[in-house]
């Protein structure tokens, strides 16, 4: 085992005993800014960074843009990036629903989680050749002066798989994280969750922020709370499996027990001083791959197979002024790896243990030049050169490969498994000017070009329009486009299984999925409309509209069908792979009311509503003329909430509502339309008690509070007999935990 409960109490413990000598020594502290009891117009105005590379105001940016502030964080008792993405109304969060991705994103209608970018800082945090890799408390939001959250395409900015949305996670700095923070909770169903952060001046220019968090998660048995879903796991206590291909009894022991435990661990330094910021990220997460999809009769529901993924990031950046220039030039390596214990026990394994691994890396440098002559003019300008080496997730292997010279072999056979090892570079600019042509009208236009030696030339173009026809509205009109590599993973990634009748002389298969390395990439363009309205200085209304196309669609098989085939030589009954075909629509929009009052000295109210409306079509092949219903997402969501700063007292109470969702299986042979299963609506609330004692606060947090029994989505029911019609999801959990801080 890797990753420890022990590794995270060093990382604490650390952050304490570092803290602890700086405050022997003296070091001043500065608290920092309580965004709390910031009025709605100074929310507002929050300075922000992702939307075009440069700082500027919310308001201001060329982009639909959301910020979740600290305080925030702290308010609704996030402990991790996806509390906050469950909390938005335009992202779909749905959990277990594949192996790959335990949690899939939707976005505007749009499913995948590998179409959105994460960065840390700036720095990208996600799987640096686009490989799968679990957002849960893997990412450092406790640390988080901000979150922000920029949607739609921008490629223009981040060329590759900025697709539907980009996040940056904004750490606070030694002032903002002056001194050691600690925080410790736990919760039903054995949910722990630890973290620490420590921070300090240098010398007399320098600072250094240190953050860990750990948490491990033994989670609900649902069988107790499916009882019909689960059937008293009887297959599993009988270590007998009468699957959907028949009768299977793995060769090892099976444990009769209900048993998936799944833990993560993220670890950031970030060293400053001057205009240098040196910082390293690493994270790691450790989820059965038996949990979700599949019912008890088709896959064993324990801890024995798990997919282990680790991602390192260092990076480095150098900030100079030069008289009306700013300079940037910056560094940053990559590395993630789906560890070779990873893999699966299934049917599609004999119920037998299978392997897998993956590898990719980045080595990126970019130099960005800004130049700001007059104040309604900023002109941006950059290049980039990266390099990328990448071993694609292997097929299912009979053991752990032990090393990435030594082919495994696949599951069941003597037979070697192709080994890809891909090494291609990407070569890109970009230009920006963003020009005031009156007070009240911005115009910003913007391109990237990108070559990649893997698929070819891409060009990407953006243009804002912001304006204020009166001092309380703000309209933006945006043109965006994006898209979307053929990842590794989607180019080369393959998987079936071979049987023997004599003992392993001959072979034979039902199905393979082959790798097609002349993947091309998928394309989008938007149109967009966003109004802010600002009604008095406690409350503004919002409305967004948008409009996308989709061309060159990345298909995981070939919609005009699948045939006959050889692999290694042996007859396979089904081949298919992925391939470039068909188009696709989506529209939609958002309407959403805020209020933020302060009632006295240290109260404050804020409420919110947001109701997010989505639909379109799909033509899976370029031969149709009518398109079906898009799928895996749900037409209409709804989150509404309330928070309140009370004196030392926070409460924050949030209700989401989602209506019913599609799934990919249509009604019938000859329907557009997709089945659906039904919709839900959960509660969450959060108190904080702050100064319970001296530097202590107190935190109770229920999720799912009335304890609903509710399924999200698995693109593939009704069309694979092996799973669930709808993930069952958890019930309801208290967590309860405090914080702890020392100057």
Not at 64 to 83: K, N
Not at 130 to 140: G, H, K, Q, R, S
Not at 455 to 465: K, L
Request: aromatic fraction near 10%; charged fraction near 20%; proline fraction near 6%.
């Amino acid at each position: 085992m890797k990753v420890s409960i022990p590794f995270a109490a060093r990382v604490l413990v650390a952050c304490a005993v570092l803290g602890i000598a700086a405050s022997a020594d003296g070091a001043s502290k500065k608290q920092g800014t309580d965004l709390g009891q910031l009025s709605l117009e100074e929310l507002m105005a929050l300075k922000i960074s992702t939307a075009t590379l440069v700082p500027e105001n919310q308001s201001d940016a060329p982009a639909r843009v959301q910020v979740i502030p600290a305080a925030q964080i702290l308010r609704r008792g996030y402990r991790s990036l996806l509390d906050v993405l469950k909390d938005l109304p335009e992202f779909k969060v749905d959990l277990r629903g594949n192996w790959d991705f335990p949690a899939e994103l939707t976005i505007q209608g749009v499913r995948g989680a590998t179409r959105v970018i994460v960065l840390l800082d700036g720095v990208r945090v996600s799987a640096p050749t686009n490989e799968p890799l679990p957002i849960v408390a893997n990412y450092p939001v406790h640390n988080a002066r901000q979150i922000e959250i920029v949607y739609g395409p921008a490629s223009a900015v981040y060329g590759a798989d900025a697709f539907s949305a980009v996040i940056n996670i904004i750490s606070k700095d030694a002032s903002e994280a002056a001194g050691v923070s600690l925080a410790t909770s736990a919760g039903s169903f054995g949910l722990y969750n630890h973290a620490g952060s420590y921070g300090t001046r240098i010398g007399r220019n320098g600072s250094l922020v240190v953050d860990g968090q750990f948490q491990y998660d033994r989670q609900p048995d649902l069988s107790r709370y499916y009882p019909a879903d689960f059937n008293g796991l009887q297959a599993q206590r009988a270590g007998v499996f009468p699957t959907v291909f028949g009768t299977m009894t793995p060769s090892d022991s099976v444990t009769p027990q209900y048993h998936i435990p799944m833990r993560a661990h993220g670890v950031h330094a970030t060293y400053r001083t001057g205009g240098l910021q040196l910082s390293v990220f690493e994270n790691r997460s450790h989820l059965p791959t038996t949990a979700g999809v599949y019912t008890p009769d088709n896959v064993v529901y324990d801890d024995v197979a798990f997919n282990e993924n680790q991602l390192v990031v260092g990076s480095g950046t150098y900030t100079r002024q030069v008289g009306q220039f700013t300079s940037t030039s910056s560094v940053a390596f990559s590395r993630h790896e789906l560890e070779p214990h990873s893999g699966y026990r299934d049917l599609y394994s004999n119920m037998n243990r299978s392997y897998k691994f993956a590898y990719g890396s980045m080595l990126k440098g970019e130099q960005q030049l800004s130049w700001n002559p007059v104040k309604r003019l900023t002109v941006t300008t950059g290049g980039i050169v990266e390099r990328f080496f990448a071993i694609p997730q292997t097929a299912d292997l009979n053991a752990p490969i032990r090393s990435t010279s030594e082919p495994g072999t696949i599951l069941g056979t003597a037979i070697v498994d192709d080994f890809f090892k891909l090494h291609y570079a990407n070569v890109g600019a970009f230009a920006e000017t963003r020009y005031a042509v009156a007070p009240a009208v911005t115009v910003t236009v913007g391109a990237r070009s990108d070559y990649n030696t893997r698929y070819g030339s891409t060009f990407n173009p953006r243009i804002g329009v912001v304006t204020r026809p009166t001092s309380t509205t703000t309209v933006k009109l945006l043109y965006g486009t994006a898209y979307l590599a053929p990842s590794p993973y989607q180019a080369y990634q393959h998987y079936g299984s071979f049987l023997s009748d004599d003992g392993g002389e001959t072979f034979y298969s039902p199905y393979w999925h082959l790798p097609n390395p002349d993947l091309r990439p998928q394309h989008k363009k938007t149109v967009e409309a966003n109004v802010l309205q600002r009604l008095g200085p406690t409350v503004s209304v919002s409305a967004s509209a948008f409009y996308s196309r989709f061309v060159n669609l990345i298909q995981p098989t070939d919609p005009d069908g699948s045939l006959p085939g050889m692999y290694h030589g042996w007859t396979v009954d089904v081949v298919d792979l992925p391939t470039n075909e068909g188009r696709q629509e989506t529209y939609g929009g958002t309407l959403g009311l805020n209020v933020v009052r302060d009632i006295g000295v240290e109260r404050q109210v804020s409420a919110y509503a947001a109701l997010s409306l989505v639909d379109g079509r799909i033509w899976p092949s370029d031969q149709m003329s009518a398109g079906y219903q898009i799928g895996g997402m749900a037409p209409a969501q709804l989150r509404v909430g309330a928070d309140l700063d009370w004196g030392r007292m926070s409460v924050a109470a949030s209700t989401g509502v989602v209506g019913r969702q599609r799934l990919a299986a249509l009604v019938g042979a000859d329907a557009y339309r997709r089945r659906t299963i039904d919709g839900y609506w959960t509660n969450d609330i959060t108190v904080r008690r702050r100064s319970v004692m001296d530097r202590v606060d107190a935190v109770f947090k229920i999720e799912n509070a009335f304890d609903g029994r509710y399924r999200s989505i698995n693109e593939r029911a009704y069309i694979n007999p092996e799973e669930f019609i709808g993930i069952p999801q958890n019930p309801r959990r208290v967590t309860a935990g405090i914080e702890l801080r020392l100057p």
